[in-house]
């Protein structure tokens, strides 16, 4: 994959841009209000991708159906979902299945482990995982772990995110939250070199260390050039998500707005 970029050469150059969507956590209070006209509204701006996050799995099929007629309507996807554990158990995955199915979603993401103890817990998510990755696998999906700040603190020794991506196989995609890995004090980029083609996705989340996450995309600590460089060469990346979850009350919308502005100034090599 990384052989497709001439050596010395920037992905963000590239003429192909990645597709650019949002983790609609970023927008969740309109969201939960007016699902169809929030989900517009991110369309409008030019967002191509969403991610729903836990509270889809409530949905019944029929709002499945009609969430994508309407995503179909805009001209967006929905690629993956942002699940809690009950959407990997045995007997939450089946719904699971049928509704990422039903609205165009390719991978089931964990959003987050729940209670875990030490190396042997770890290892047992990843088992979890696996077994999850295998059920998913003939029928052209595929599951996927999101990182918080946790997975990079080390744990007898060892940093659970890498316990993880030892104990998956490839096609388990490893979605880079982009802005807890920063504050963790983890390395992103050499994250990415490490884990060739498994970062299917990532969450654009900025942080700041003056600010933590009250900052809109391209305003905070993380190192977006070479994050985005590795990101879609090595990493493998598809599509990309922006998230940013401390806005002002009332202002998400509007944040979603700026953080989009400054990704395309900064793939235009204006920032």
């Known amino acids: 994959m990384a052989a497709a970029v001439p050596f010395g050469a920037s992905v963000l150059a ?97 959003a987050s482990p729940g209670k875990v103890s030490g190396i042997d817990g770890w290892k047992g998510l990843a088992e979890r995982l696996t077994a999850t990755a295998e059920k998913l696998r003939p029928l052209g999906m595929a599951a996927g772990f999101h990182n918080h700040q946790l997975e990079w603190r080390p744990v007898d020794g060892q940093r659970p995110m890498d316990i993880l991506a030892a104990g998956t196989p490839k096609d388990v995609a490893l979605q880079l939250d982009c802005g807890t890995c920063v504050e963790a004090g983890a390395d992103p980029v050499a994250w990415i070199q490490a884990n060739p083609g498994r970062i299917k996705s990532t969450h654009l989340k900025d942080w700041s260390k003056s600010r933590g996450y009250a900052v809109a995309f391209g305003e905070g600590d993380v190192p977006w050039k070479p994050l985005l460089d590795a990101a879609e060469g090595v990493g493998g990346v598809e599509y990309h998500l922006i998230e940013q979850e401390t806005s002002p009350e009332g202002e998400a919308i509007a944040m979603a707005q700026r953080c989009l502005e400054n990704y395309r100034k900064l793939r235009a090599g204006r920032a």
Request: glycine share 8%.
């Open 14 to 110: 590239q003429t192909k841009p990645v597709p650019i969507g949002i983790e609609l956590y970023s927008v969740r209070n309109e969201l939960m209000k007016d699902l169809p006209g929030t989900v517009t509204a991110v369309a409008k701006q030019g967002y191509q991708i969403v991610e729903f996050y836990s509270p889809y799995f409530q949905w019944s099929v029929q709002q499945a159906k009609d969430v994508r007629k309407l995503l179909d309507d805009l001209g967006i996807r929905c690629l993956s979902t942002h699940n809690g554990g009950n959407s990997i158990t045995p007997e939450g995955l089946p719904k699971a299945i049928e509704l990422n199915q039903i609205i165009g979603s390719k991978y089931i993401v964990l």
